[in-house]
């Protein structure tokens, strides 16, 4: 029996958590005394691993420090999340109630804690909408690896990858599966062959791919 999946980012495609970010990662570093982060940087490290935000946030620490920071700062986004909810994109529900209903629905963030996607579908009550998930830094693989993780795992005979950012095409590009970009997220002038400007366009692109 054919499967066909749709995998998805979380981070500028399903929902938008820059406030919430803002907000947690500022409170630890005034608890550490240490520099204000800009909303411009935490915009900027959506889509990213760990590493690649530790460093972001904290180029003046060492790795090992800006690591620890950082996870009190998912440790304190997660319960903030999880109490209030992020901004869910507009149509997101319904859209996925059709989609559920001929694919497989997966997410596949770079996210180091499975709880912050947790957060997300707790707090938008989609629990029952995706089939399962993955937090590819808390693995300590890649993206791509994430993605084919699902796809053999659950034996996809066709499948595509949503997300908005030129990591995201990177990734979806190595697990050689088409990308397609919500260019309503955070991700600027990448080109891609396939995109949405809005989620509820997102059906008749899948159709086209699968």
Known sequence: MKKNGILFDLDGTLWEVKNSTFESANKIVKK???????????????????????????PYLELNQSLNLLDEIEILNIKNLKEYGGNIYPNLKETLASLRKKYELFIVSNTSKSEYIEAFLTSAKLNNYFKDYIAASELGISKADAIKKIIDDYKLTKAVYVGDTKKDMEASNLAKIPFIQAKYGFGKNLNAEYYINTFKELPYIVEKLI
Do not use: D
């Open 32 to 58: 550490h005394q240490l520099k204000e982060i800009s909303m411009e940087t935490i915009c900027a490290v959506f889509g990213l691993n760990k590493f690649e935000v530790a460093q972001l946030y904290f």
